[in-house]
């Protein structure tokens, strides 16, 4: 055999290697909070529904309310990280509330602890500005706290546990299915929230995958949405379409990650709608599109095989104060089924 057809042999199984890593229930910690009565019942069934190890199980104590003091959260976090097993790269949070810790999102607190200089760089005095470069960010590794001294944190959980077992099934259920879905990205009438659609890929980047790019404030009727990505206030109509198992939707709001908000749709109606993953910012983040989900890296990174949890964090370049909502394990484009 030739050198060079040895060396083509090694890249090619080197690169097999990277498509089909991806995190596993082994590299999970799953966190209760003892003080919201639901959080032990999603635990309990988001455990048994992915294998997690018992050992991964961890109990916190916060008050059930929307934002933490610093003071609030530190010491909870760190009576974690003594505790926690060697390898584990991501957390799963069981609750709604709380959603942020000071001026950042608790997925982001959880991700690394609470420090000020995640806080937004303010300018003039204004409620919105820079927050840091996440070195995840289109990241090619695969394990981000041995590489990044930075863990994965994204809440599974609902308002109800129905909600709860919902969203963990949708998740369960996406896992090697290789999905024909479509992606919806839509360019709204709403200027400023509409930033993002200049990110929008073309057909042309993904030829092996349907997108749909529509000049639209919502779509109804489709059976098949695997991606929706908007720019709105509220986006009409979520619950007259359907959301295949695994799917992500989001939409570029000022506070879409607040729950049970009036003045702006919340992230969690994507969930309740049928979607596996959402996302919104917790606090007014200004239309920086680098704090939203870049829809192609998103795209790119899930359906080249990594978990949910993976390619939504890789697609945010400055996520202080976002909130990850989904089923951090769900993985359609994983490899080793006869759907490659």
Known sequence: MSVARILFGLFA????????????????????????????????????????PAGHVFTLSFPVKGQLS?????????????QLPDGIQAFALTWVQPFRV??????????????????AILSGGRPCGITPQSAYFNADSLKPWDDLQMRLAMVVAGEKFEDAKALIDRGVASDQSFPKGTGYLLSTRDTARN???KLYPKQTAFPAFQLENLTANA????KDVFFYFTGLKEVADLDKNQYLPG?????????????????QMPAWNWIKAGATGSFGTVTEPCNYTSKFPNPRVVMT??????????????????PSEGIFLGEPLARPFGKGTSGE
């Open 102 to 119: 000071q001026c950042i999102s608790i997925t982001s607190a959880f991700s690394s602890g609470f420090s000020q200089e995640k806080c």
């Open 13 to 52: 199984a080197f690169f097999s290697f990277l498509a089909s890593a991806a995190f596993t229930a082994n590299e999970i910690a799953v966190i209760i909070n003892d003080q919201d009565k639901l959080s032990k019942e999603i635990a309990d069934y988001y455990v048994a529904a992915r294998g997690i």
């Open 301 to 318: 990174r899930y359906l080249s095989g990594d978990t949910l949890i993976e390619a939504y964090w890789k697609s945010v370049a400055w």
């Open 195 to 197: 930033a993002r659609a």
């Open 247 to 263: 799917a992500i939707a989001d939409h570029l709001t000022s506070t879409g990650g607040v729950p049970f908000n009036r003045n």
């Open 70 to 82: 610093a003071e609030q959260f530190q010491p909870q976090y760190e009576k974690l990280l003594a």
């Open 219 to 222: 779509i109804d009727g489709k």
